[in-house]
């Protein structure tokens, strides 16, 4: 698996640009975090451009597409739900018939609305589904935050069940405060506890909920840092883990050989000011082998991550033109 610090490439400001400039620092700065609140900032940002654009023909216009889509994908590297996300709205622009700027602007409002009512029908899916694993008096445990697994839980409430949740605090960030945030919001018991916690608390679980940043062709995940050793405690605990993720984070690359990189961040987000010369690591996010996950809760049901691609072949085909 490749670690990597990439710089992002700088592209020149233009008033044209600007609304894709802004939601590419939101996302690098986690201003916009979830790879679901990602997709949708990268998309309405492409709209905004389409709005704006003084192309003079469709050529133009695809030029202006494909710029604006090389600094969203440079704003984080463990996105392949916000990468899918714009590659299929700027395809829907290069398959259609339509040369005049005007109906091609109207294409991309179209299929940007389109794909997010998807998002948006995937994830009352998979909180349908997932609710229904969600039993009286048992005791959740979840890692980093995820709208799409605080979205189950949330369904889980509205039905009438009765349960708690212990949340990891996350660090260096601390996204783990927001989901506690959520679930106190919905009047859930909620316990946070540090990370390294995780294994003095795993055996009052019943089950584990983590959301997804990725998932390659072999089923394994690629989440927030510190998801691969939760997965291991609760195997040893022999506490089912599932990943609750839609799957549109399929990361078509890894069918041809190349590593779902996983960003490292800067090494202030762990200690602001260290002492001279020490190196602090800070990757983002791990990887989490399919033999830890006990199902992928998905807008397709529940099933193994060892069938990822077949699943993907049948719901998604495009994903890998």
């Known amino acids: 698996m490749h670690t990597s610090a990439k710089k992002s490439t700088v592209y020149p400001v233009t008033a044209l640009l600007r609304p894709v400039q802004t939601a590419a620092k939101k996302i690098r700065s986690l201003k916009v975090q979830g790879a679901r609140n990602i997709a949708i900032t990268a998309i309405r940002a492409i709209e905004a451009l389409a709005k704006e654009t003084q192309a003079k023909n469709k050529r133009e216009f695809l030029e202006q597409l494909s710029e604006a889509k090389e600094i969203l994908f440079a704003s984080r590297e463990t996105e392949p739900l916000m990468r899918n996300a714009v590659r299929w709205v700027i395809n829907q622009v290069e398959k259609s018939e339509y040369e005049n700027i005007r109906d091609l602007v109207k294409a991309i409002s179209s299929a940007s609305q389109q794909f997010l009512r998807k998002l948006k029908d995937s994830k009352e899916k998979i909180a349908n589904i997932g609710a229904k694993r969600i039993r009286d008096n048992s005791v959740i445990f979840t890692h980093c935050h995820s709208s799409t697994v605080t979205h189950l839980l949330r369904k889980a409430k509205q039905e009438g069940k009765s349960f708690e949740v212990i949340c990891t605090e996350t660090r260096p960030v601390f996204q783990g405060r927001i ?96 002492p001279k010369g020490l190196t602090i690591r800070n990757p983002a996010f791990d990887v989490t082998r399919r033999d830890f996950i006990h199902g992928i809760i998905c807008e397709e049901g529940i099933i193994s991550p060892h069938s990822i691609t077949e699943v993907i072949h049948r719901k998604y085909p495009w994903i890998f033109k």
């Open 179 to 274: 989901t506690a945030k959520e679930m106190l919001e919905l009047d859930v018991k909620t316990t946070l506890i540090v990370d390294s916690a995780a294994r003095f608390f795993m055996n009052r679980a019943d089950l584990v909920l983590v959301g997804a940043d990725a998932i390659t062709s072999e089923g394994n995940v690629i989440n927030k840092i510190g998801t691969s050793m939760i997965a291991l405690v609760a195997k040893e605990a022999r506490t089912p883990f599932y990943v609750v993720s839609e799957l549109l984070k399929f990361d078509p690359v890894t069918m041809y050989g190349d590593y779902e990189k996983i960003e490292e961040r800067n090494s202030e987000e762990v200690w602001e000011k260290p």
